[in-house]
């Protein structure tokens, strides 16, 4: 199952800088002036998880496969966009094309980049963006309910319900807050998500700070880290420059240069798990001899489904998951210890995964 997190910014906040790192590539090119990225670029990655290389080595694996999360490097907006401006009507398509935005945010000050408003203000950059994708989601809406509308006064049933839907996001959108603050019943989640509205989609943002700020970040990040926090949505500080110097080292030089500049990991790492849990996504793994391997299923996913994501035959045919909680199998340095500790659980149809679970399906051919 793929999952698509797209980078979007104003034009030269670092987002193809930012996407070079990441697929450690120079896919995307990052240029000093707007519009230099034009058709989407997508890189496919790994989710850094120290867990599945520690599964690995208690099982002598000869394999590790990562789950994975695909980044999308979409063109720089620019106010107006959602009335044409700059090449907006295309960027507009390619962000609703995906499952999240990852929001970059110029905090940094630098004379030799331009910026597009000749300021430096992220929170203003961020309400910028929002507001573009807001305007797109209403015309886009306001378009669909006319004929909605005389459907729904012909007494259908389904266009009355669907207009009801609608509208819960137009009276939102009219008074200027994106969608995803909308109040939803559980069954309207997915009927609304299939609206296909960009502000309904969950955000991330980034800062893209100087490399002296890396560790701790700035004036400007701060702004932002609250502004997150008032909306419910995420934040991360990263150097893009960083992370693209990072990503031309090799491994035993990462660590030095890292240290060197008081940070732990590759800012990326914490991106990438940010997003990783900006969808609603866990893990869990299929360990043994041959390999080692983590999958990807959405929060709340039972049993057969799980199954499903390895091979649709597993759903059909599902029996029992077999059973052993992350910690569990480590602590018993593997299965024949968990299940002599009696760790190792037979479990149902009804059974819902939990971030870690190591797993082997028994299902009927």
């Not at 980044?71 to 390619?94: H, M, P, T, W, Y």
């Not at 940070?263 to 996504?281: Q, T, V």
């Not at 599902?318 to 500790?341: K, L, S």
């Amino acid at each position: 199952m793929g999952f698509k997190c797209g980078i979007v910014g104003l034009p030269n906040v670092g987002k193809s800088t930012l996407f070079n790192a990441l697929t450690e590539t120079a896919a995307a090119q990052a240029a000093n002036y707007p519009f230099c990225t034009i058709e989407p670029n997508v890189g496919d990655v790994a989710v850094p998880d120290p867990r599945l290389d520690k599964l690995a080595a208690i099982a002598k694996s000869a394999e590790i496969i990562p789950t994975r999360i695909t980044f999308v490097d979409i063109a720089g907006l620019v106010r107006g966009a959602s009335k044409g401006e700059g090449l907006g009507n295309q960027f507009l398509a390619n962000i609703r094309e995906v499952d999240a935005i990852v929001h970059v945010l110029r905090c940094f000050q630098d004379d030799d980049i331009t910026h597009v408003e000749g300021r430096i203000d992220p929170v203003g950059d961020a309400e910028t963006v929002e507001t573009e994708l807001m305007l797109a989601d209403l015309e886009s809406l306001e378009r669909r309910i006319t004929p909605l509308e005389k459907k729904a006064k012909s007494g259908e049933k389904d266009a009355k319900e669907q207009l009801a839907l609608m509208m819960k996001a137009v009276d939102l959108l009219r008074d200027g807050k994106p969608a995803r603050k909308a109040d939803l019943a559980p069954e309207e989640m997915e009927p609304y998500r299939q609206l296909g509205l960009m502000t309904q989609k969950p955000v991330l943002y980034v800062c893209n700070v100087d490399e002296a700020s890396a560790a701790i970040g700035n004036e400007f990040s701060a702004r932002v880290e609250t502004m997150a926090k008032e909306q419910g949505a995420g934040a991360v500080v990263i150097s893009a420059r960083i992370e693209e110097e990072v990503a031309q080292l090799d491994t035993a030089e990462r660590a030095d240069f890292l240290g060197s500049l008081d940070l732990e990991e590759p800012g990326l790492n914490r991106l990438i798990r940010a997003g990783y849990s900006l969808l609603g996504l866990i893990t869990f793994f299929t360990v043994g001899p041959k390999e080692a391997r983590a999958w990807t299923v959405t929060q709340g996913c039972r049993a057969p489904q799980a199954a499903g994501v390895i091979h649709s035959d597993f759903e059909h045919g599902f029996i029992r998951a077999e059973t052993i909680a992350y910690i569990d199998y480590v602590a018993n340095n593997g299965e024949a210890g968990a299940r002599d500790a009696g760790k190792f659980r037979l479990e149902g149809k009804d059974y819902v995964v939990q971030d870690g679970d190591v797993m082997h399906f028994r299902f009927n051919a």
